[in-house]
């Protein structure tokens, strides 16, 4: 009988997880480095990137470099293409973002800029730069990190729910693209998380309805999908709302809706 391959020989050796020093990105990290993969972590500050290597190496053993790098900057990719080339890089997670929330014409112009850099830019590049990599051998698996509220229109967040968009629909359509090369792509969609993130958002998520999953439960069910899903949105409640906003209500119906309900959650100065 044929042996399968395990999550190892499809994206080994190593794998580069930006963002992930925190949250989803380090989560991952720890699940990528629990099937044996060595990591390369990304993110700008060194000295939690330091902290999260130790912790990672401690429990897995696994070989782990560190790269500090803004990527929301192009010397900050330039940077990080150059200091991988020696690796045989077999997984890319892009965790690494920047959310924006508020009502958008009093939002800051350029912290809105910025978002689009990181979000939008950063996961063209990096992914146009790891899947040439990745061809060359034949194998490889990108994971690309969007947002539920990127399946539906999203007021007051509407900067951030597009750049998230824009990364479902790009994932979705390389899936197609670079299956028959041997890459898997992958797109995560989480809803709202318990992360530093989340608490930065100015949101009192427990007032919500919303059920609040933790970076773990997200990163788990990323890792046992990857592959075999395209689109993976983690959590029945978080599916629900997804199904819901594609297949029941109409943008318009939904942009209402969403409206009405972020109003009643977020900090009433933003608006
Ligand atoms: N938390 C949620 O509720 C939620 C829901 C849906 C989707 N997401 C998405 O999940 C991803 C991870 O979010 P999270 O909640 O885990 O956030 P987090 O805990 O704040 O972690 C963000 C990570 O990205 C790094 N990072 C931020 N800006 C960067 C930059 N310019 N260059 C390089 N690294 C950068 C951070 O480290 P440094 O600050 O040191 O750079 C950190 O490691 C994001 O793409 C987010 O949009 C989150």
């Given at each position: 009988m044929k042996k399968s391959l395990t999550f190892k020989d499809q994206y080994g050796d190593w794998a580069l997880i930006t963002g992930?020093?925190?949250g989803i990105g380090k989560s991952i990290a720890y699940e990528v480095a629990r099937k044996g993969l060595n990591l390369i972590l990304v993110a700008r500050g060194s000295e939690t990137l330091s902290q999260t290597a130790d912790e990672i190496k401690k429990f897995t053993g696994v070989q782990i470099k560190t790269i500090v790098a803004d990527l929301s900057k192009q010397e900050g990719i330039i940077g990080l293409e150059t200091q991988t080339k020696e690796f045989e890089i077999g997984l890319l997670v892009h965790s690494a973002g920047l959310e924006n929330n508020g009502f958008f014409p009093k939002n800051d112009l350029q912290k809105e800029l910025n978002l689009l850099q990181l979000n939008v830019i950063s996961t063209m590049t990096l992914s146009h730069i790891f899947s040439k990599r990745m061809i060359q051998k034949g194998r490889g698996g990108i994971l690309l990190v969007s947002s539920v509220i990127g399946h539906m229109p999203s007021p007051y967040f509407a900067n951030y729910a597009a750049s998230k968009s824009y990364i479902l629909n790009f994932g979705l359509s390389l899936h197609a693209e670079l299956k028959s090369k041997g890459i898997d792509v992958s797109v995560l969609s989480p809803g709202v998380t318990q992360t530093p993130m989340s608490k930065k958002t100015?949101?009192?998520?427990?007032?919500?309805?919303v059920k609040i999953m933790s970076s773990d439960e997200v990163a788990l069910e990323a890792i046992e999908k990857f592959g075999k899903q395209v689109s993976i949105v983690p959590g029945k409640e978080n599916r629900m709302l997804a199904f819901f906003a594609k297949h029941i209500f109409t943008f318009s119906k939904s942009a209402m809706m969403n409206e009405k309900f972020i109003r009643k959650t977020i900090s009433q100065s933003k608006l």
């Open positions: 992930g020093s925190s100015g949101i009192d998520w427990t007032k919500s309805k």
